[in-house]
């Protein structure tokens, strides 16, 4: 699974980064050394721009989607739930799985995005022990060796809140959930899931709400192995509050 990520960069940066031609960011997020779920968030996505976005550009109706940068909440929330507590439970869809399930399948359909990250975080139990008795677990923190970005596959949902009036500005909620894989050897012995990553060459057909599903499936794959590097880290990142750079430094274990 991903449970926690690091994230880092700059609008501005993500902007050149990902070729993204709207900002759709109301503020910068700080930067972010442990994001948690329902944790802000950064999110690539493509939509048709809006008719007052059209008419300002000089553009007609129907023109192709563009590509955008949203802040969304970590923990999909689906059209159909009741209310928003869900999402605290589908912080994850599995690869093999995400097609078939409710509450993903729209989503894949139409609903794609990239949440760049700097890395994750995994946690491996050791042969130590707490006091209950039970593996004391090491983190670590899993990064690209080139110390690029991460593009992870996501899906995201526009919920509109029942409680909100209709001229409310906050009536609807942008979630998002991590797709998630068997990992690479060099990670799997960590943990035996890991964040689908999306190739560069991919981006553009995976963020295209036209591609069609059977082109969206064969996109799922995982990537290459031996891009990541995966080194111990300290435990101060199992605690949500701690957030600086420092999560990252490499702990000698010795």
Not at 188 to 207: F, N, Q
Request: proline letters at 9%; one cysteine or more.
């Amino acid at each position: 699974m991903c449970g926690r990520y690091a994230s880092s960069r700059r609008p501005e940066d993500l902007i050149e980064e990902f070729e993204v031609v709207d900002n759709r960011v109301p503020a910068p997020l700080a930067p972010d050394y442990n994001v948690a779920p329902t944790k802000e968030v950064y999110a690539v996505v493509e939509r048709p721009p809006s008719k007052e976005a059209a008419r300002e550009k000089g553009h007609s109706a129907g023109e192709p989607p563009e590509r955008q940068l949203r802040v969304v909440t970590w923990g999909l929330v689906p059209s159909w739930a009741k209310d928003r507590s869900i999402g605290n439970r589908m912080i994850n869809a599995r690869m093999e799985t995400v097609a078939e399930k409710p509450a993903y399948k729209r989503a894949l359909a139409v609903r794609r995005c990239l949440l760049p990250a700097d890395g994750y975080f995994e946690w491996y139990p050791t042969e130590e022990k707490t006091k209950a008795g039970k593996p004391k677990k090491q983190p670590f923190f899993i990064r690209p060796k080139d110390d690029g970005s991460l593009a992870m596959a996501g899906l995201y949902e526009i919920w509109r809140d029942p409680a909100k009036a209709d001229d409310a500005d906050d009536r609807f909620l942008w979630t998002c959930t991590v797709i998630t894989t068997d990992a690479e050897d060099d990670v799997g012995m960590i943990h035996d899931r890991m964040p689908l990553m999306v190739e560069r060459e991919r981006w553009a057909s995976w963020l295209d709400p036209r591609t069609d599903k059977e082109s969206v499936l064969g996109l799922l794959t995982p990537a290459a192995p031996g891009r990541l590097q995966a080194y111990p880290v300290s435990t101060m990142v199992n605690a949500v509050k701690n957030n600086g750079p420092e999560l990252l430094e490499p702990l000698d274990l010795a």
